[in-house]
């Protein structure tokens, strides 16, 4: 990673900067994601918690994920842009929501998670890994 990656929500109010490297990035497709991001998938970066600074209020949302653990999903209280994530089972993570990166194409996804889930309209691509849940753990 050249630099820092910086971004923020709508209207400004939130704004954040990235300076360690991902440790993975990628699309998921289950049914969570799919209501919370409008769309028929999320698409995030995993970065280490030490390396994000995040400047503005912030709303926050828990609910169990897939693994019956939480997710504390993080919002601007003013427009409603969904920032960042933490996952119990990602301890030490933070998960940054890719489109809200000022330079979105500094986003490449690793792999699709969930695919199972995929609607017919949002496929996962063919040229990234896809798991029908969650990857195998190494």
């Known amino acids: 990673m050249a630099g820092a990656l910086t971004g923020g929500c709508l209207c400004g109010a939130v704004r954040y900067e990235i300076t360690a490297a991902p440790a993975f990035s990628g699309r998921c497709y289950c049914d969570d994601c799919r209501k919370v991001s409008g769309t028929g998938h999320n698409a995030a970066l995993a970065v280490p ?19 019956g653990q939480p997710i504390t999903r993080r919002f601007c209280p003013t427009c409603g842009s969904r920032v960042a ?10 998960l940054i929501t890719a489109s809200t990166l000022d330079d ?10 969930y695919c199972s889930y995929a609607t017919s309209w949002d496929p996962p691509p063919a040229n ?11």
């Open 85 to 94: 994530a933490s996952v119990a089972v990602l301890e030490g993570l933070t």
């Open 104 to 113: 979105p194409d500094n986003f490449v996804p690793q792999m699709s998670i």
């Open 128 to 138: 990234t890994p896809a798991f029908p849940g969650m990857p195998p753990q190494a």
């Open 49 to 67: 918690s030490n390396g994000v600074s995040i400047k503005g209020k912030l709303t926050e949302y828990t609910k169990a994920g897939g693994s």
